[in-house]
């Protein structure tokens, strides 16, 4: 990957943070925000549903969605550790062959990923430095739900990710974190012909689902 800031996601996500993060999953189940992203898609029918993981992790968000009905999940990811480990659980799961994995920078693979109808940014638009391309590419790939956890843009998550950039800035960590505009994220999502479902907001994070009109009209997927 030439793109600096993945090479940053790959360096800073590495195996002993992937496993660090199953531990966590395997003690406490998904993390507060993931499982309110989680029941907010569960509520909208995901029976035989397909998955598009974008920055899927450790694959919590295919493992609970597959173990709740989904028929098949992929998952991108620019953390090949991550990707490993998903990869891992899955099969210890018995959903090895359900899901089938790409490794790099989703908005320079997107041409080669086939649209699913339900499409997840767990934690993913904060990491990314090009946000535009990121959610047009990524809502275009949405069927039917769209999916996304990402930092409010409050003037105390801005605080937070500067000093978190100077101390990577110091370490000469090429890996940086992101605010970005909440309305424009919306109006992006809403430009791809996608509606507001579902928010959550907060003290740091906000969950938001996005679903196509024509396919609630239609009530499946």
Known sequence: MTCCQCQGIER???RREALRKLRAYARHGPDRTTRLLLDA???ESIEGATLLDIG???GVTQL????AGLRSATDVDASSAYLDVAREEAQRRGHGDRVTYHHGDFVALAEKIDPADIVTLDRVICCYHDMPA???ASAAKARRLYGVVYPRDAWWTRCFSASENMVFRLRCHPYRSFIHPTRLVDTLVRGAG???RNLHQGAFWQVVL?????SVSRGGV
């Open 12 to 14: 800073l996500f590495d």
């Open 41 to 43: 898609m569960k509520a």
């Open 56 to 58: 899927g992790g450790i």
């Open 64 to 67: 609970e969605l597959l173990s």
């Open 134 to 136: 990121l959610v047009e």
């Open 194 to 196: 996608l509606e507001r």
């Open 210 to 214: 996005y679903a196509r009109p024509e």
